[in-house]
């Protein structure tokens, strides 16, 4: 082979694996983004979990400024403060960038709050446990209950037979005397179904396909009461 042969194959063949990487490089594709990490659920601090709650700047004999606060949760950007009057289940939203939040609310009256957690990088949240704490008032000896809570069946539930109502109640002054039961077709319910001082009624045989609603009346021992919202379930 000429010499002026051989060098113009080697340049040939450079150029063809020249041509074959560039073509390789322009068709790589970007590396994916990473996702974001949602955002962690926060802890509780204050005011305590089925405590009376008497810190506080009282504004008036109906009114107090409250301090809630909880640990920072990571990830998270802002958090939204989830407030509930448990005497009328009225509810507020309450956005904050901080890890505490000063509310004025009302005294004498009991609660549940929690909060979640949010992220400016992703839609996804994050919610705490809720807690219920009572407001002092002006020279309480004794609190009401709180409304009871609904265990099974959840709310809305399609049920078999023979069922069984379970409910967790709780107080402030940890006296709770027994546990009124209304069940029936109507909303609300009037009709008192049992009164008794556990916390569930088993063996309860209803019609089938039928929509049943019920509520709990707690009492303590020195009278004090307070009605649950109105559960709802259907028979199989």
């Given at each position: 082979?000429?010499?002026?042969?051989?060098?113009?194959?080697?340049?040939?063949?450079?150029?063809?694996?020249?041509?074959?990487?560039?073509?390789?490089?322009?068709?790589?594709?970007?590396?994916?983004?990473?996702?974001?990490?949602?955002?962690?659920?926060?802890?509780?601090?204050?005011?305590?979990?089925?405590?009376?709650?008497?810190?506080?700047?009282?504004?008036?004999?109906?009114?107090?400024?409250?301090?809630?606060?909880?640990?920072?949760?990571?990830?998270?950007?802002?958090?939204?403060?989830?407030?509930?009057?448990?005497?009328?289940n009225e509810t507020s939203?309450?956005?904050?960038?901080?890890?505490?939040?000063?509310?004025?609310?009302?005294?004498?009256?009991?609660?549940?709050?929690?909060?979640?957690?949010?992220?400016?990088?992703t839609a996804t949240t994050?919610?705490?446990?809720?807690?219920?704490?009572?407001?002092?008032?002006?020279?309480?000896?004794?609190?009401?209950?709180?409304?009871?809570?609904?265990?099974?069946?959840?709310?809305?539930?399609?049920?078999?037979?023979?069922?069984?109502?379970?409910?967790?109640?709780?107080?402030?002054?940890?006296?709770?005397?027994?546990y009124d039961i209304y069940?029936?077709?109507?909303?609300?319910?009037?009709?008192?179904?049992?009164?008794?001082?556990?916390?569930?009624?088993?063996?309860?045989?209803?019609?089938?396909?039928?929509?049943?609603?019920?509520?709990?009346?707690?009492?303590?021992?020195?009278?004090?009461?307070?009605?649950?919202?109105?559960?709802?379930?259907?028979?199989?």
């Amino acid at each position: 082979m000429r010499p002026n042969t051989y060098i113009r194959s080697s340049l040939f063949l450079l150029l063809i694996a020249f041509c074959s990487c560039s073509s390789s490089d322009d068709g790589a594709k970007d590396p994916t983004p990473q996702e974001s990490l949602p955002p962690e659920a926060s802890v509780l601090v204050f005011p305590k979990k089925d405590e009376e709650c008497n810190q506080g700047d009282i504004i008036s004999a109906t009114q107090s400024k409250v301090t809630f606060k909880w640990k920072a949760s990571d990830h998270t950007d802002s958090y939204t403060l989830v407030l509930k009057n448990l005497e009328t289940n009225e509810t507020s939203e309450n956005d904050t960038s901080t890890n505490s939040l000063a509310l004025t609310i009302l005294r004498n009256t009991p609660y549940s709050w929690n909060i979640i957690s949010k992220s400016d990088e992703t839609a996804t949240t994050a919610t705490s446990e809720t807690w219920k704490f009572y407001n002092a008032g002006e020279g309480n000896e004794n609190y009401a209950p709180f409304p009871a809570e609904a265990v099974a069946p959840t709310m809305g539930a399609s049920v078999s037979q023979p069922l069984t109502l379970s409910w967790k109640g709780s107080d402030v002054d940890n006296d709770i005397a027994s546990y009124d039961i209304y069940l029936g077709t109507d909303n609300p319910p009037t009709t008192l179904h049992a009164s008794t001082s556990d916390s569930e009624i088993d063996d309860i045989a209803l019609n089938p396909a039928t929509v049943y609603y019920w509520r709990v009346v707690t009492t303590d021992e020195n009278g004090s009461s307070s009605q649950s919202p109105v559960f709802e379930f259907k028979t199989k």
